[in-house]
């Protein structure tokens, strides 16, 4: 008789084969559209091999060629603590090899020690995202599809320090990442029809919140969780804008490059925004004020400290605005690094957004996000008290 593993205590928590399953066989097939006889590779880490066994075997029962590449926490620390990279599968030539011949990469992103491993890319700077950017480039040139799973990202110690539970974390992360990726999808390319065409965009909220922005006609990106290989901007800089061909996993946003040189008033946030990439720190409170396409006051109740030390070091284009995203995933409330992705959330950005097409090369990169508001394109409501219309 087949032993249960979901029972099973050396499984991970919050895992269970059903559940499993289901998750790899929507990615599979809905997110990165596997066919028969493609190529398939999974990479997990130690937390998440199971779940990236319970893709390999879905994939296998498609008709594709799964290969699983395991990579041990243990393992990647002592080699870090050794040698002081710690990129000992992506630095293989084997590993690109693969990579190369790919057709659907499956990334269960990780290790689990999420604060050591952001003190790592902090220290390692460009050298610490030589691996992303070498992947969008091989995308862009193969046409390789990639989903990036979060749930190897579930650390106690994080969840701790941003006032969650790991298990409250884990389950709002699955739960999310079962939304249907077509309705997304659908929802997403209808707004990024109007934010194409559209010249104003008006943001309110009876918090006190009135921004208006400006469009410049650039092609907006949509993370429904559905890949589209046809839709390849010929303009993307080679080691960005692979959007269509990459997602995370949950997703659920429609982002856009706005006019750099355009803001004026208030946006007074009410969700908790992460001040950079790779911050443990979540700031709340956050009011930005734009006068003449400059942000000329930054306030928050918590992070202020944060936010001015990364301000500071942001150079030229740190203080103008860079994006506008709108949720798609009515499944998410509170997940750290996700916050943009909730229904109907609001989130602008300050600075960075050439890898959305814009011009701002600033290494500042902040959204604040704003829920329940109001957001008109051209003088016509899209958003309306946080509903999609």
């Known amino acids: 008789m087949a032993r249960d593993l979901s029972s099973d205590r050396s499984m991970p928590a919050g895992f269970r084969v059903d559940r499993a399953r289901a998750m790899a066989r929507l990615v599979l097939s809905q997110t990165l559209g596997v066919r028969t006889d493609e190529s398939v590779t999974i990479e997990t880490w130690t937390d998440t091999l199971p779940w990236g066994n319970a893709f390999a075997l879905e994939a296998s029962r498609m008709g594709a060629h799964p290969l699983l590449l395991h990579r041990d926490d243990a393992t990647f620390w002592n080699t870090v603590e050794k040698d002081g990279r710690g990129s000992t599968l992506a630095a293989s030539p084997a590993f690109w090899a693969i990579i190369e011949k790919t057709d659907a990469f499956v990334n269960f992103l990780g290790p689990n020690d999420v604060r050591r491993d952001f003190e790592r890319a902090r220290k390692l700077g460009h050298e610490g995202t030589s691996e992303i950017h070498r992947l969008h480039s091989l995308a862009i040139r193969t046409g390789f599809r990639t989903a990036s799973l979060y749930l190897g990202r579930v ?78 901007p010929g303009t993307s800089p080679p080691e960005f804008r692979p959007q269509h061909l990459q997602t995370p996993i949950p997703a659920g946003f429609v982002a856009v490059a706005v006019d750099e040189d355009y803001a004026e008033g208030t946006l007074v946030s009410n969700r908790a925004a992460e001040l950079t990439g790779y911050s443990l720190d979540r700031a709340s409170g956050g009011v930005w004020t734009f006068t003449g396409g400059r942000l000329v006051r930054a306030k928050f109740g918590r992070g202020q400290a944060g936010f001015d030390g990364v301000y500071a070091s942001g150079g030229r284009g740190r203080d103008q605005p860079g994006l506008l995203s709108v949720g798609l995933n009515p499944k998410v409330r509170n997940l750290p690094w996700m916050v943009d992705q909730g229904l109907g959330v609001v989130a602008v950005g300050l600075g960075a957004n050439r890898y959305l097409g814009g011009s701002s090369a600033t290494s500042m990169n902040c959204n604040l996000h704003l829920a329940g508001a109001d957001l008109t394109i051209d003088g016509r409501p899209v958003v309306r008290a946080g509903r999609i219309v």
Not at 167 to 185: G, I
Not at 214 to 228: H, M, Y
């Open 155 to 232: 650390n106690p110690q994080v969840a701790a320090a941003f006032g969650l539970s790991a298990t409250a974390w884990r389950d709002e992360l699955l739960r999310a990442t079962m939304v249907d990726p077509a309705r997304m999808h659908a929802l997403g390319v209808r707004l990024a029809t109007a934010l194409q065409k559209g010249r104003q965009l008006i943001i309110r909220h009876r918090n006190g919140t009135r921004l208006e922005l400006r469009l410049k006609g650039r092609a907006p990106v949509v993370f429904g969780g559905v890949l589209d290989p046809t839709t390849r």
